[in-house]
């Protein structure tokens, strides 16, 4: 079984920067593509960031320039820098990972997700 944990929302006002970090555990042979997406209430989740096992990444149109996905790949880890927060990146954040279990067989899997909080 495999877990995804996410760490490092919380409050800030405008203008600020948080920085969330996502944790692999479990039993696996290689991690993929990892990705943040985000969902606010009232709407659906969208992709915020991916970023492939080989370091390429995509971003959401809102948030180029001002959001930084990156990977460890030693520690099974996805972070997301996020600087020149607006109240409309207000959501809960989840990490999401496709991960291969063996050379046959790979799945993907979220995180429970973090919340972030933007205050104007």
């Known amino acids: 079984q495999v877990q995804l944990v996410e760490s490092g929302g919380g409050l800030v006002q405008a203008g600020g920067s948080l920085r969330l970090s996502c944790v692999a555990s479990?039993?696996?042979?290689?991690?993929?593509?990892m990705a943040w997406y985000r969902q606010a209430p009232g709407k659906q989740r969208e992709l915020v960031a991916a970023i492939t096992s080989g370091g390429r990444t995509n971003y959401a149109d809102s948030v180029k320039g001002r959001f930084t996905i990156s990977r460890d790949n030693a520690k099974n880890m996805v972070y997301l820098q996020m600087n020149s927060l607006k109240p409309e990146d207000t959501a809960d954040y989840y990490c999401n990972a496709d991960i291969l279990r063996d050379l046959l067989y790979s799945f993907n899997s979220w995180g429970q997700g973090t919340q972030v909080t933007v205050s104007s």
């Open positions: 479990g039993s696996f042979f290689r991690i993929d593509s």
